[in-house]
């Protein structure tokens, strides 16, 4: 694969049940048309080991759609027992606020 042209990354600190800690980077790509779509890749390094491909309409549905599935991630984590801090672990990420 092609180096990822990063347009939007966030940091957050993952606490799994058991209490160990790791950063987790959250990455979106630039949208690129592709055969009448649009693709952007999301990647959760430290939380996935691979990358997603994301596809919508146009850029703005990719981008709103990369988003839903990172907050989709990071609720799945929390569901699991799992705690988001934010990346200097000054307290904990409510999802509402994250992503309005």
Do not use: H
């Not at 890749?41 to 596809?55: A, H, N, S």
């Not at 759609?65 to 989709?72: D, I, K």
């Not at 988001?84 to 992503?99: A, R, V």
Request: proline share 1%.
């Amino acid at each position: 694969m092609e180096e990822i042209e990063t347009i939007a990354q966030r940091d957050v600190v993952c606490v799994n049940r058991a209490g160990e800690a790791q950063t987790v980077k959250i990455k979106i790509s630039r949208p690129r048309s592709v055969n009448q779509l649009w693709e952007t890749y999301v990647e959760m390094e430290g939380l996935y080991d691979k990358t997603f491909l994301i596809k919508g309409v146009d850029s703005f549905q990719a981008i709103c759609l990369a988003m839903g599935f990172v907050r989709n991630a990071l609720e799945k984590y929390l569901e699991e027992g799992g705690r988001l801090l934010w990346s200097d672990q000054s307290g904990e990420i409510n999802l509402d606020t994250m992503f309005s």
